[in-house]
């Protein structure tokens, strides 16, 4: 029988940190307050106790926490570090960008960083403009890095015991939003799946929605809502933003013809760009434009009310969706 337990997301994430340190003797983790409090959202807890040194806290220097780790990856460790909040990781783009990227280039091949960098991001009730950002195109940016944002319990499970397995340098971005709103079974002994791959997770015919990150569930409230009018939307989960998976999206627009992306992150420089790109240049004809909808490129208001006005809402998606297939 299939080991299935119903887990929270940050469960989900426990159980594959836990598993990946069960298995992977190599592994550590550590991070600001991951070790004896368990981590600022709880994800962590209990690790510490159960795996003692190898699970540990740091002091608040994320250069340093990002540094260590990319010189313990070079010596065979496989390090797990935790930046709790994706926008602390800019204090650290050396380490990450001109370092842990670029390992196996400069060594011609001889040397890996097998590094995996734990953050999370996107908007959250007074999370203000320095804690509200989503980098993921920055990130997706860089030869050498990988990049995934789980949207689901299972994913959070699979997607980081994916990353930790790989022995290149992989940014798991998950969503604080996401680490407690409601549990769904996650099966915990599957085989580690490889990097890379969206994933449909409505099929449809009218119109191809690619989305990703915690926004995917208004997205998918939204085809379901839609349905009820006729409109069958194909929503597809990007997943891995790097490597990204051109191939289920294009075949998904070659038979519906329309394509609306929708993410949290600004449209200026996004990944949603580069998929409006990537189906332009695949020639694919469309019976209407493609659509993009994503945050302005304005900072994050503190205030809640502010933050939901320019961040894009079930409202906005679905008219976006209609507009699509009705024009």
Not at 134 to 157: I, N, R
């Amino acid at each position: 029988m299939p080991d299935t337990k119903h887990l929270s997301y940050a469960e989900a994430v426990n159980a594959a940190l836990r598993r990946a340190l069960q298995q992977r003797p190599e592994t550590l983790l550590f991070g600001e307050d991951v070790g004896t409090p368990g981590g600022v959202f709880g994800v962590t807890k209990g690790l510490r106790k159960q795996f003692g040194e190898r699970v540990f806290d740091t002091p608040i220097s994320e250069a340093a926490i990002l540094g260590g780790a990319v010189g313990a990856a070079m010596l065979g460790r496989r390090p797990i570090a935790e930046i709790m909040w994706a926008d602390f990781s800019l204090v650290a783009l050396d380490q990450i960008v001109n370092q842990a990227a670029n390992v196996r280039y400069v060594s011609r091949g001889s040397l890996s960083a097998p590094l995996t960098i734990r953050t999370q991001q996107g908007n959250a009730p007074g999370a203000c403009a320095q804690h509200s950002q989503s980098l993921e195109a920055l990130f997706a940016h860089v030869p050498g890095l990988q990049v995934c944002m789980p949207a689901t319990h299972q994913d959070a499970y699979d997607l980081l015991l994916a990353s930790i397995w790989c022995d290149d340098p992989v940014i798991v971005i998950e969503n604080r939003t996401l680490y407690h709103a409601g549990k769904a079974d996650v099966r915990l002994d599957g085989e580690v799946p490889p990097i890379g791959g969206a994933a449909v997770r409505r099929p449809g015919t009218d119109v191809t929605v690619v989305t990703w990150g915690a926004i995917q569930q208004q997205v998918l409230d939204v085809a379901e809502r839609l349905a009820t009018g006729g409109i069958r939307a194909e929503v597809i989960d990007a997943r891995w933003i790097r490597p990204l998976d051109l191939t289920t999206v294009l075949a998904s627009v070659r038979r519906t013809g329309r394509l609306v992306v929708v993410h949290e992150a600004h449209t200026i420089g996004g990944v949603g760009g580069e998929i409006l790109a990537a189906v332009a240049e695949a020639g694919i004809p469309q019976r209407s434009a493609p659509v993009r909808v994503g945050t302005p490129p304005v900072r994050i208001p503190a205030a809640p009310a502010l933050a939901a006005a320019v961040i894009p809402g079930r409202d906005a998606i679905a008219e976006a969706i209609t507009q699509s297939v009705r024009s």
